[in-house]
């Protein structure tokens, strides 16, 4: 079984500030994939970074990266430079060797202050 | 544009009726999803198929059917069964052996 854990359920930033929102998982198959997802109010969920189990370099897109730390199972969310627009449900998820579908953490609010 | 829709955005239902919610893509995606999202949680899957005319349950299934008659269309139907529909539920899809799931607007049930 996977499991994906969100221990924030609400973290603050100021504006131009970078944030880092935690997410650890749990799974026994050697393959797997991380992902994080952003949920505005709107409700849509946005596709932020994906990081492969076996990929050397931590991921990396824009202003979000993600760390990777594989002997501690940890896949971090790391936005740089946080704009007011930021402002959103934040989602980990994995998805676990031949499995298609996505298991989700229970998510962080992050607001972010001007 | 490419995509996926779902309607109607916002529906209402009277406790023991049967409901459909839509979900198409034009992404000539293989694979569809439905989940479920209850209010501060995360999304739990409900069905999914990676080909036409076959499906399998996700981890809250009971209460639910799909059907998959064509490659674009995943309606899910929340049936009388189903003991707490009132949910906002989201449609996704994605190539096989690609990672990202595209996710639909989402429809907010109500059950009244």
């Given at each position: 079984a996977q499991k994906i854990t969100q221990t924030q359920p609400g973290m603050f930033v100021q504006e131009k500030e970078a944030v880092t929102l935690d997410c650890t998982y749990d799974t026994s198959d050697p393959s797997y994939g991380l992902f994080w997802y952003k949920q505005p109010s709107s409700g849509e969920m946005i596709f932020l970074i994906y990081q492969g189990s076996y990929d050397q370099q931590n991921a990396t897109e824009g202003r979000y990266s993600l760390n990777f730390q594989k002997a501690r199972k940890s896949a971090n969310l790391v936005i740089s430079?946080?704009?007011?627009?930021?402002s959103a449900m934040y989602f980990c998820a994995m998805r676990g060797g031949s499995a298609r579908q996505l298991t989700f953490g229970s998510g962080t609010q992050l607001t972010v202050l001007p | 544009d490419g995509g996926i829709t779902q309607s109607p955005k916002y529906l209402f239902r009277k406790e023991g009726q049967n409901v459909t919610l839509s979900c198409e893509q034009n992404?000539?995606?293989?694979a569809m999803y439905w989940y479920r999202q209850d209010p501060g949680q995360g999304l739990r899957l409900i069905y999914y198929s990676q080909i036409v005319n076959d499906f399998q349950k996700g981890d809250i299934a009971e209460g639910y059917s799909v059907s998959r008659e064509k490659k674009e269309s995943f309606p899910l139907t929340v049936t009388s069964?189903?003991?707490?529909?009132t949910a906002f539920y989201l449609c996704a899809s994605s190539i096989i052996g690609y990672n990202e799931q595209f996710f639909g607007p989402g429809t907010r049930l109500t059950v009244l």
């Open positions: 430079a946080s704009q007011l627009g930021d | 992404l000539n995606h293989d069964a189903q003991k707490n529909p």
